[in-house]
């Protein structure tokens, strides 16, 4: 990415957008660019407080700073300083930081389109520099929007070295090295130096303990940033019952993300979509995946992407996410319900001006394009809601389907959620629950234990059989309620879908 910004520079698009939070990196970057890849190029910065300044050797000569300093005093509105830029005589690199506050207005937004085009054949650019991204539709056809991505493991290891330095830390093996670096993957340099520091200044040192402190700090900045959520789970896939087949895919993939996968020449797993019936356990795989593949998990919570308060803020909130996603790969990205996430992706060009279509437009694209080990794992209910464009063959790996758990499975269940919270199983009866709960859901199963344990605690005694069985027999489960739903789904996967259960593959067969 930091290739394509000395590209677009060489090329002389006149306006470029560079979304970043990492002002001090992104400008020390393109310094270095001017200084190496262009003529000697100089580079101006604008901001609101100091109007446009000369970057770098400011302190050399005196009459240039008078002259800096009245530069500063008429450019310090933006209009003024476009108008600055289109009059100076030599080329240059022209950076804008935090425009995006005035980019609405006429005047700038007439000063940035007069700029473009009187930028030809002048070697001159614009860069508008900022966290966040606003581009007003007049500007759209004119500027290139450009991601500066986060540190590379190389950029974390000279912030790194610095530290160790500073702190005059002895020589760390190279493992514990590789450690701190990959934990502070997904965070920008400060707050990389800030972790570092602050996991120094709990512990006294930077060793292998200080790695799950560095982790957790990096939770919290996640967490921080509101769309994306970090998961932790401490079930394994033995919680779960049934879904051997699913289990299977997922244990021979275990390895998938090694550099031994790579050099065997398999290539990297991208994602893989479960459907199914609600309760039956998707969402639970696909966190106890995190465990089996020891990789951390991110939810991506659609509904906060979602932001109408400003044109664009929507993209760019996607965008920060799957950047972030990406920046700590290999990871895996959980989109739970992504029927509803996407439900008006298609078709919904006139209710919200065209966000939804552009948002579903550019997590496709992502998927499609996407090179870092990110791997997808999206969960979906309803078959009809979902955009026909994910079930395309090549989007996900693999399309799962988990239907109502069979007699063996809820055999199963039954044993998971008792020998959870009793050690004494032996005295339920499981095959007799598992035909009373026929058509019963794992969760449903796992609700009626639970209303026979309230059932029996609010009568000072132990739990028992015949509780489970009332309790049963007091539920409509979701599969009679929603009859329709779950034949219509079934129905949809018996032919596009791959069983999750082998008992369910068997049964299908024999339907047909
Ligand atoms: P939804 O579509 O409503 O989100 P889901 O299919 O994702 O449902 P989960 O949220 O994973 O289902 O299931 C809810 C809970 O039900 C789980 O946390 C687990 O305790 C229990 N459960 C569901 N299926 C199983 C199963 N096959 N084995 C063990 N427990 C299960």
Redesign the pocket.
Same mark, same amino acid.
């Given at each position: 990415m930091k290739e394509e910004l000395s590209i677009l520079i060489k090329a002389q698009y006149p306006l470029i957008y560079l979304v970043t939070p990492e002002e001090q990196r992104a400008e020390q970057a393109i310094a270095r660019i001017a200084r190496t890849e262009t003529q000697h190029q100089q580079v101006f910065v604008w901001t609101m407080t100091q109007g446009m300044v000369e970057c770098g050797n400011e302190q050399t000569n005196p009459d240039r700073n008078q002259a800096r300093n009245s530069t500063r005093h008429n450019t310090v509105s933006p209009e003024a300083a476009i108008k600055w830029v289109i009059q100076h005589e030599q080329a240059g690199l022209f950076i804008f930081k935090d425009l995006h506050d005035f980019i609405t207005d006429p005047g700038v937004k007439r000063a940035l389109r007069d700029a473009i085009a009187s930028f030809k054949g002048t070697e001159k650019i614009i860069i508008l520099m900022s966290p966040l991204q606003e581009i007003p539709i007049e500007l759209e056809k004119e500027v290139v929007v450009l991601d500066y991505p986060l540190p590379n493991m190389a950029e974390l290891n000279k912030v790194l070295d610095r530290h160790l330095d500073k702190t005059k830390t002895s020589r760390i093996t190279t493992e514990v090295r590789e450690k701190l670096l990959r934990a502070a993957l997904g965070l920008t340099k400060d707050e990389a130096e800030k972790v570092y520091r602050k996991a120094y200044v709990k512990a006294g040192r930077l060793t292998q303990e200080e790695v799950d402190i560095i982790l957790s700090e990096k939770k919290q900045l996640i967490r921080r940033n509101g769309i994306l959520e970090y998961i932790e789970e401490d &079930?394994t896939l033995d +919680?779960?019952?049934?879904?051997d087949e699913l289990k299977k895919w997922l244990r021979q993939r275990s390895n998938a993300f090694t550099e031994r996968a790579r050099e065997y020449g398999l290539p990297q797993p991208k994602g893989m979509l /479960?459907l199914?019936? =609600?309760?039956?356990?998707?969402?639970?795989? +696909?966190?106890t995946t995190s465990r089996l593949w020891g990789l951390p998990i991110l939810r991506l919570d659609m509904g906060r992407v979602y932001d109408g308060s400003m044109v664009g803020r929507s993209e760019a909130n996607l965008r920060n996410a799957l950047k972030t996603a990406e920046s700590i790969s290999p990871a895996i990205l959980f989109i739970? @319900?992504l029927d509803k996430s996407f439900a008006g992706g298609t078709g919904s060009a006139d209710s919200d001006g065209g966000t939804s279509s552009r948002i579903f437009g550019s997590f496709l694209t992502w998927m499609q394009e996407k090179t870092s080990p990110v791997f997808v794992m999206a969960?979906?209910?309803r078959i009809e809601r979902l955009p026909g464009e994910f079930l395309r063959k090549g989007r996900f790996d693999e399309i799962f389907f988990?239907d109502l =758990?069979t007699q063996q @499975?809820r055999e199963? /269940?039954f044993r /998971?959620?008792l020998c959870k919270r009793r050690d004494d199983i032996a005295r339920f009866d499981l095959p007799q629950l598992a035909t009373m709960s026929d058509g019963f859901?794992? +969760? &449903?199963? @796992?609700?009626a234990i639970i209303a026979a344990m309230y059932e029996a605690f609010a009568q000072d005694r132990e739990f028992v059989q015949i509780d489970i069985i009332a309790a049963l027999k007091a539920t409509l489960p979701l599969s009679r309620t929603m009859m329709e739903q779950v034949t219509a789904l079934r129905e949809w996967a018996r032919q596009r879908a791959r069983p999750a259960a082998t008992a369910t593959a068997e049964y299908q067969r024999m339907e047909f």
């Open positions: &079930e +919680a779960i019952g049934g879904l /479960i199914g019936v =609600p309760g039956c356990g998707k969402s639970l795989i +696909a966190k739970d @319900e969960t979906a209910n988990v =758990p @499975e199963e /269940i /998971i959620h859901s794992g +969760a &449903e199963i @796992e609700q």
